[in-house]
């Protein structure tokens, strides 16, 4: 039972448009998101988070978006460069002091020059 | 200075071998974790220790030991390796609580049995 799902295995934007990301969870305990970032041959590396009690978090060029009553939350990267060509995985976590991340299938994101 | 290492990279053994891959983190936090990515690519979470105690152990055969000698080190055994044991195990730190802050991945084994 897949509680994280990311349904677009693959995204192509072109460089400089916005890219998004999305994000399904049916577990309704989640109460901590996490996007991931990850490279060929490299871990993953965090890149963005979102409580629950927020609908939204920004850091530079990425935002994440939380809708609660859909249980749905989305990335947003603009402007998409190059460098953001990379798979991206959701996670989810129930609460402080729950170690467990469960993570989504991922979404391979490729930026076209 | 890398914050959270494993090796080695690549293991290729046979089935039925017993192999074991190593993990240390110098960020100073308290619970680590390890990761099995398969090939349909799905990243699950297999243990999670804090300061040496296990906390998380997600359904894994008895196969698979982990230990923790101490807060800055989780090594992982496998007994018996078999086909499906095939993957790329990842292996994480954090501070207590991931809730509130992220996981640090290493790099990822990547095994390989035949």
């Known amino acids: 039972d897949q509680q994280v799902k990311q349904n677009s295995p693959s995204l192509s934007v072109q460089e400089g448009r916005i890219s998004i990301l999305n994000c399904d969870y049916t577990n309704s305990m989640f109460d901590y998101f996490l996007w991931y970032k990850k490279y060929p041959a490299e871990g993953p590396t965090f890149l963005i988070s979102i409580s629950s009690i927020k609908d939204k978090n920004e850091d530079g060029r990425f935002t994440v978006f939380l809708n609660k009553s859909a249980k749905h939350l989305s990335l947003h990267i603009v402007p998409s460069q190059p460098g953001d060509s990379a798979v991206y995985f959701c996670a989810a976590s129930r609460g402080f002091g729950n170690e467990k991340l469960t993570f989504g299938t991922g979404t391979r994101l490729t930026i076209i020059p | ?114």
Request: proline share 4%; glycine share 6%; aromatic share 10%.
């Open chain 2, 1 to 114: 200075d890398t914050a959270v290492s494993q090796t080695p990279k690549y293991l290729v053994t046979q089935m039925g071998n017993d192999k074991s891959i190593k993990c240390e983190q110098n960020l100073g936090h308290d619970t680590m974790y390890w990761y099995k990515q398969d090939s349909k690519k799905f990243l699950k979470i297999m243990f999670s220790y804090n300061n040496k105690e296990l906390i998380i152990n997600e359904t894994v055969p008895n196969r698979f030991s982990p230990k923790s000698p101490d807060k800055a080190h989780l090594n992982l055994h496998i007994n018996s390796l078999e086909l499906g044991d095939s993957a790329v195990y990842f292996c994480a730190s954090s501070i207590r609580g991931v809730g509130n802050t992220e996981a640090f991945f290493g790099q990822g084994t990547r095994l390989t049995v035949v």
